[in-house]
């Protein structure tokens, strides 16, 4: 059965508190574990929640502040403390380079983890991970609007089809003929008609997710929100503080909801909250004025799946 959810590491924004770490997220997805933005703290987080480093296939890093990459040097020392043998991508903006050379050689440590660093100039599809096979999504990135460089992320499984139990029974076909019919999808059932995958398929419409941090309201986080099933977006701010939001490329918590309500958002996660804040349920208030789909204020080491996939 495959896995798909959000662990939280951590739900702070500048400042961590004494219950709120740092920045870091991993979406578990089939085989496929990317850790988001990896802030101060990652490591410990990582297991405290059970993920171990060798889960790990890719690091997406949305943008070069503090609270998003300094736990970049840790989990790589541990990538290679651990010994971990397949090669993990790290994703980032490429002004951010330097940042990201200074994290990877912050201390000294004996080198054995295989990172292929994937700097990003362009907003569209990263590239894939060298060594791994295709993880059956898309990944891409576009530009958000913060007071550095920074990008959004969005991953899209494509839509296939799922084999009817039923249908299958109706055609006699069992065993191996099913395997050769996803293979080839096309096979010859016991009374020599053939047999398509349109003929035994329902469509199965594919899954998608999307991680927005630091920005203020821009095109790309309403493209990067559409219809997606799980969405993951800062709202750093209350809407009575939307001034300093705007100063410091923010989104405010109705900001937020409002960008998953007109999107079609199934499942919203808000996180990356400031110390101003003590009570997380001002932003349950406010973003439920405007959303009424599934809703996470984010605690450190909260696990948030997936929704059901979309009927067809």
Same mark, same amino acid.
């Given at each position: 059965?495959?896995?798909?959810?959000?662990?939280?590491?951590? #739900?702070?924004?500048?400042?961590?508190?004494?219950?709120?770490? /740092?920045?870091?997220?991993?979406?578990?997805? &089939?085989? !496929?574990? +990317?850790?988001?933005?990896?802030?101060?703290? #990652?490591?410990?987080?990582?297991?405290? %929640?059970?993920?171990?480093?060798?889960?790990?296939?890719?690091?997406?890093?949305?943008?070069?502040?503090?609270?998003?990459?300094?736990?970049?040097?840790?989990?790589?020392?541990?990538?290679?403390?651990?010994?971990?043998?397949h090669t993990i991508g790290v994703t980032y903006p490429a002004s951010g380079q330097r940042w990201v050379d200074h994290l990877l &050689? %912050?201390?000294?440590?004996?080198?054995?983890? /295989?990172?292929?660093?994937?700097?990003?100039? #362009?907003?569209?599809?990263?590239?894939?991970?060298?060594?791994?096979? !295709?993880?059956?999504?898309?990944?891409?990135?576009?530009?958000? =609007? /913060?007071? +550095? !460089?920074?990008?959004?992320?969005?991953?899209?499984?494509?839509?296939?089809?799922?084999? *009817?139990?039923?249908?299958?029974?109706?055609?006699?076909?069992?065993?191996?003929? +099913?395997?050769?019919?996803?293979?080839?999808?096309?096979?010859?059932?016991?009374?020599?008609?053939?047999?398509?995958?349109?003929?035994?398929?329902?469509?199965?419409?594919?899954?998608?997710?999307?991680?927005?941090? =630091?920005?203020?309201?821009? =095109?790309?986080?309403?493209?990067?929100? *559409?219809?997606?099933?799980?969405?993951? +977006?800062?709202?750093?701010?209350? *809407?009575? &503080?939307?001034d300093q939001a705007e100063r410091w490329g923010h989104l405010t918590a109705r900001q937020a909801a409002t960008v998953a309500a007109?999107?079609?958002?199934?499942?919203?996660?808000? #996180?990356?909250?400031?110390?101003?804040?003590? =009570?997380?349920?001002?932003?349950?208030?406010?973003?439920?004025?405007?959303?009424?789909?599934?809703?996470?204020?984010?605690?450190?080491? &909260?696990?948030?799946?997936?929704?059901?996939?979309?009927?067809?």
């Open positions: 059965m495959s896995r798909r959810e959000l662990v939280v590491l951590g #739900t702070a924004s500048m400042v961590p508190t004494r219950t709120r770490n /740092h920045n870091g997220y991993v979406l578990l997805w &089939d085989d !496929e574990a +990317i850790l988001f933005d990896p802030g101060e703290g #990652t490591q410990r987080q990582m297991t405290f %929640a059970g993920v171990s480093a060798t889960d790990l296939t890719r690091i997406a890093v949305t943008h070069l502040h503090g609270d998003h990459s300094l736990g970049l040097a840790g989990v790589s020392q541990r990538i290679s403390g651990d010994g971990v043998r &050689d %912050a201390s000294a440590h004996y080198r054995r983890g /295989h990172l292929a660093l994937q700097p990003l100039t #362009t907003d569209g599809v990263v590239p894939p991970v060298p060594g791994r096979p !295709e993880p059956g999504f898309t990944l891409r990135a576009e530009r958000l =609007d /913060h007071t +550095i !460089e920074a990008m959004g992320y969005r991953l899209d499984e494509p839509d296939g089809r799922s084999l *009817d139990p039923a249908l299958l029974a109706r055609h006699g076909l069992a065993g191996p003929p +099913i395997g050769e019919l996803q293979r080839t999808g096309t096979v010859v059932a016991p009374d020599g008609r053939t047999v398509t995958l349109d003929d035994v398929g329902r469509p199965r419409p594919g899954q998608s997710f999307a991680f927005v941090m =630091d920005t203020r309201l821009c =095109d790309a986080v309403h493209r990067l929100a *559409d219809g997606v099933d799980l969405l993951v +977006i800062e709202s750093t701010f209350l *809407d009575r &503080d939307r007109q999107a079609g958002v199934r499942s919203l996660v808000l #996180t990356h909250f400031s110390q101003r804040y003590p =009570d997380p349920t001002e932003f349950w208030r406010e973003a439920r004025e405007v959303f009424d789909g599934e809703l996470t204020v984010a605690q450190d080491l &909260d696990r948030v799946r997936v929704p059901r996939r979309r009927s067809a």
